[in-house]
């Protein structure tokens, strides 16, 4: 993944949210230059985002959208790739998360926000119809 620049926010200073899942990235995992596959990233962000969803929301959900999705840096074999996760919003049928992944790169102390963007699930049923996420069952942490 190349380094952008394009009109990203500022990045923040550390980790927003809850730690949601924490991964190595391998050799397996990398793009014809070398670096981490950025469809690899995002299904980690989206495998850390469902995770939350369902924490949050007490059912199952599915990945309906992904939005303003922001390269910063890239990732490298032997990175640890940790995603954080807060709720944007909840709706009748839908939550909107925010995720942002981090790397420790080796040798490295501090962490490196490399991506971060907007998720949203939606609470489905046994037979993959939406259905209204219990406000009873929310947790009272987001």
Do not use: C
Not at 4 to 27: D, F, K, N, W, Y
Not at 128 to 136: H, L
């Amino acid at each position: 993944m190349a380094e952008t620049s394009v009109h990203a926010a500022p990045a923040p200073a550390e980790a927003q949210g809850e730690l949601s899942i924490r991964t190595l990235a391998m050799p397996a995992d990398t793009n014809q230059n070398g670096d981490i596959f950025g469809g690899w990233l995002l299904s980690q962000m989206d495998l850390a985002g469902s995770i939350y969803a369902y924490k949050t929301t007490q059912s199952r959900t599915v990945t309906v959208a992904i939005e303003a999705m922001t390269f910063r840096k890239p990732v490298y074999v032997g990175d640890v790739v940790s995603v954080y996760a807060t709720t944007v919003r909840v709706g009748r049928t839908s939550i909107t998360v925010h995720l942002e992944a981090w790397v420790q790169r080796r040798k490295e102390a501090r962490l490196i926000l490399v991506t971060d963007g907007n998720y949203t699930y939606v609470s489905v049923d046994d037979h993959g119809n939406p259905q209204a996420i219990a406000q009873e069952s929310l947790r009272t942490t987001i």
